[in-house]
């Protein structure tokens, strides 16, 4: 999150292809749009967990979502399950349309449960002046932070 000011030098860099500079760029906006999608996402899930309880009692002021909840599989689902056939076009052809799907819908949820409780963890961190971290030890450094040599 704290990263996110470097986009700019991000785009402009010229030794690194453009793909590159979109995957990055998507990677340092994960965490804001991840706070935006909380709020985006869980409105719709909680009418529709409304409407599934009352069926025919939405109210009025309350539009009906399209499709018994296609918006919300359209916005929220969508974008996630479409990486594993595009992960698996790239990297694993092999693996087949069902296991890429497969792997897509597994990345939702992986998104869902980690990266939503970790960007409200870290805005917080932020907005209580908490802005270091310290750097988890590898197994391969020594206690002092120098790496160790296999013999």
Partial sequence: MQCCRYRPRLWNCRHRPKAGKLEVGYFLLAPWIQLFGTFAFLAPLGILACDAANPGASPAAVPAWPTGGGLYLLLGITPLATWGPLYVSRCEP??????????????????VVLFYVTSWRALFRILRGRTTWSKTRRNAETHQGTAAVET
């Fill in 94 to 111: 092999a693996t087949g349309l069902r296991g890429a799907i497969g792997y897509g819908l597994t990345y939702a949820v992986y998104i």
